[in-house]
């Protein structure tokens, strides 16, 4: 477990630069048809990375602490710890707290899956992206609070909320889950017959 545990989080940490080194092939790529093929591929692995973000994210809050093995008592210890660290941002009372807590780690294990499986990308994708973005608003609203507490999201090594955070979490997860987003509404569109090659202004997202 701690084997699939470290490669994720360094999936999640990394899968980022895959994507955007995707994003750059794929502009360089004139034919319509060869695009969308090679975009075809990217949605995979983006939709891996991205997934791997919210498994990572699980996997830190419900793994067992030092010197215990995985059980379910082990992981509820965890999460209660996590508890506190969500009752630490101020927003909620501790009841709403310690209930979100228990909830968000298996929520974030099931849209992992759902991203990494590639069935309904561009709901899984969306869904992801605005859970990223609610995340980085309760890193903001904790920095102008004053707030001095780690960011508590599972991934890496502990960080407190304030910029660094947000551009670590912008870039590094928010950035791949919006082109999978966006990847994904923009095939939809795209015919996969012979009229995609018509021209390539066929391409244009606004077309």
């Not at 969308?36 to 419900?62: C, D, N, P, T």
């Not at 923009?186 to 244009?204: C, E, F, K, N, Y």
Request: aromatic share 12%.
């Amino acid at each position: 477990m701690n084997t699939l545990g470290s490669l994720l989080a360094w999936l999640a940490e990394h899968g980022y630069e895959f994507v955007l080194a995707g994003l750059v092939v794929t502009l360089c790529v004139r034919d319509p048809r060869k695009r969308r093929a090679v975009v075809r591929i990217l949605l995979i692995l983006g939709g891996i990375v991205v997934g791997a973000i919210f498994l990572a994210a699980a996997y830190g809050k419900m793994k067992p602490l030092p010197g215990f093995a995985w059980s379910w008592a082990s992981i509820r210890t965890s999460i209660s710890f996590f508890a506190i660290q969500v009752e630490s941002y101020q927003v909620l009372s501790p009841g709403a707290a310690n209930t979100v807590a228990h909830f968000l780690p298996f929520i974030e294990l099931f849209l992992g899956l759902w991203l990494v499986s590639g069935i309904g990308r561009r709901f899984a994708s969306l869904l992801a992206s605005s859970a990223i973005c609610g995340f980085m608003i309760a890193i903001t609203s904790a920095y102008f609070r004053g707030l001095k507490i780690d960011c508590g999201c599972g991934i890496g090594p502990p960080e407190e909320v304030g910029p660094a955070a947000l551009m670590r979490d912008g870039f590094r997860f928010l950035l791949p889950a919006l082109l999978v987003t966006i990847g994904a509404f923009w095939i939809r569109r795209q015919p996969s017959g012979t009229t995609a090659a018509a021209s390539p202004d066929s391409l244009s997202p606004a077309s």
